[in-house]
């Protein structure tokens, strides 16, 4: 029998909070991800090579800046050979799914995923499952709309793009190799592949190959529905750097760079069609600022960047700001890796790299834009983090209450780190709240994990103040077995491992006694 207790100061600092700092990660980005817990917080994931090889981390974010599992974060996989490139997004039910690619074969690179639940344990088999009998390259990642998620990947020959359906339980719902929604001959760059649910279990996949821009929907039963090797969206060439957003009308808007430095977006229908012309709508010139800046509304358009501009493009196509929409900076050049986070329906955050000195340090700002195209941080923005060194690969989520937070990798130390901070629309949130302030409001005895279990589970319990305790188990007849705890126990969240090894199957109680209270739940152990 184990515990731990945790009694963390929440802190959200000037500069960014530390996620992750350990001087084993050194020379190499992190690629930080990031979704929101549905409370205000965040999960963030990235590659971490503490091990030697590359494997996947994760850590949980409080709302007030604490991190809520171990330092430097809990493993996700660590598997012999590189377990890395990780995309992750909300399940939402206060988890989220992760999915990367995996060396673990030898023979080829795989993709794999896993699910989280908010106190770090793995929902699917332990080192993830694996999503398709054929191996791929990046993943691109959206909820089905039913409990489980859609991935979609580049194939094993660059040329073969697939999907697939995980349900809730991490169970494939379609072909154990995966759905082929294209055969097309022409490669297809990295990471240029979006995916989106159509509201009906299935999804809309779109990608760039051979220089076009092609779409495809595959029904809930995982059979392609559209011209064989997907539709095309644009009549114009050389075209890469796709990103896809939902519709909320079954569609999908798609926005993608045209090499002559052009920023395009379609509209494609539930049934295929384009429904901005033939060629789509062009937005204005691309130069910096990052390619993949294309964030839903939620009402059948899209916030779109390009250059230094966002675009606010409604359902019919009409671009909803003057010219070429709002800057976000009105600094010329010497800007990229930029990231968004939308607001609610109230406006959207950009945040970006920016080269401050042109030599020797990179920086992340911020800006925000209301919902009629306002610019609220000035001109150039504000500075999210401007410590020493390199901050780059910032990465965000909001929590639609008028907050997001950023994580990134950083240089600060000398060594790969993941930083993050917090913003509401005024700007950077920094507090230092006091440990009391950060204690359970009451006394709480939470449900085991897992839950039936063989032979090891968690307990987790919290204490609002310094209290006598006493965990016991007992068995159906109200015997008292094992006393886990006996003893004082400082304020906070405390969690004890239970292995029960010479109990039989059955159905089992836990009770927490202390000063003032006593709580009784139930667990089952399966042999």
């Known amino acids: 029998m184990l515990f731990s207790s945790v009694t963390a100061t929440a802190q959200w600092l000037t500069n960014g909070t530390p996620v992750c700092d350990t001087s084993a990660n050194s020379g190499y980005y992190m690629l930080p991800q990031i979704a929101s817990d549905g409370e205000g917080g965040a999960f963030v994931c990235w590659r971490d090579a503490r091990n030697g090889d590359y494997d996947i981390y994760a850590q949980h974010i409080g709302a007030d800046g604490r991190m809520l599992w171990l330092k430097n974060g809990i493993p996700i996989v660590v598997a012999s050979y590189n377990q890395q490139f990780p995309r992750m997004i909300s399940d939402g039910s206060g988890g989220a799914f ?31 499952v694996k999503v398709a009998e054929k191996p791929g390259l990046y993943v691109s990642l959206a909820a089905d709309g039913r409990g489980g998620v859609l991935l979609g990947w580049n194939g094993p020959n660059i040329n073969n793009i697939l999907v697939q359906r995980l349900d809730s339980l991490g169970t494939r719902v379609w072909s154990d190799s995966g759905v082929q929604v294209s055969a097309r001959v022409g490669d297809v760059s990295a990471n240029d592949i979006g995916i ?44 890469f750097d796709v990103s896809v957003t939902a519709d909320f009308h079954g569609g999908a808007v798609v926005s993608w760079t045209n090499r002559d430095t052009l920023k395009f977006t ?27 800046r294309h964030t839903a509304d939620s009402h059948g358009g899209a916030f779109i960047g390009h250059s230094r501009y966002i675009q606010h493009i409604d359902t019919t196509g009409a671009q909803l700001w003057p010219g070429q929409g709002t800057a976000f900076t009105a600094a010329p050049t010497l800007y990229f890796n930029s990231t968004q986070a939308r607001n609610g329906t109230r406006g959207i955050w950009n945040f970006w790299s920016f080269d401050t000195s042109t030599t020797t340090s990179i920086d992340i700002f911020g800006q925000y834009i209301d919902n009629s195209g306002v ?51 005024g700007g950077v949130v920094t507090a230092v709240e006091s440990n009391r302030g950060l204690l359970p409001e009451g006394f709480r005895l939470d449900q085991n994990f897992p839950n039936p279990f063989n032979p090891e589970t968690t307990i987790s319990f919290s204490l609002p103040t310094r209290s006598r305790v006493k965990l016991s188990v007992y068995n159906i007849l109200g015997q008292e077995l094992t006393v886990l705890m006996d003893g004082m126990q400082e304020a906070g969240h405390h969690n004890i491992k239970f292995n029960a090894d010479h109990f039989s199957s059955g159905v089992y109680f836990y009770r927490l006694i202390t000063e003032v209270c006593s709580e009784t739940r139930t667990m089952l152990v399966l042999r």
């Open 98 to 128: 992760i999915a990367w690619e995996d060396d673990r074969s030898l023979s080829d690179t795989f993709i794999y995923a896993q699910r989280i639940d908010g106190t770090g344990h793995n929902q699917w088999t332990a080192g993830g």
């Open 196 to 239: 989106v649910g159509d509201d009906g279990g299935g999804a809309i996949i779109a990608w760039s190959q051979a220089n076009q821009v092609f779409a495809q929907r595959v029904d809930s039963l995982g059979s392609p529905q559209w011209a064989l090797d997907g539709n095309i969206l644009s009549d114009t060439a050389n075209n």
């Open 266 to 292: 379609q509209r494609v229908s539930y049934s295929g069609q384009p429904c901005w012309g033939q060629s789509g709508i062009i937005l204005g010139v691309v130069a910096g600022g990052g390619a993949r």
């Open 375 to 425: 610019a609220h941080w000035g001109a150039l923005g504000i500075p999210i983090c401007i410590a020493p060194n390199m901050q780059d690969w910032a990465r965000a989520t909001s929590d639609d209450e008028g907050h997001a937070i950023i994580a990134w990798d950083d240089f600060r130390n000398g060594h790969s780190n993941v930083y993050c901070a917090r913003v509401d629309t």
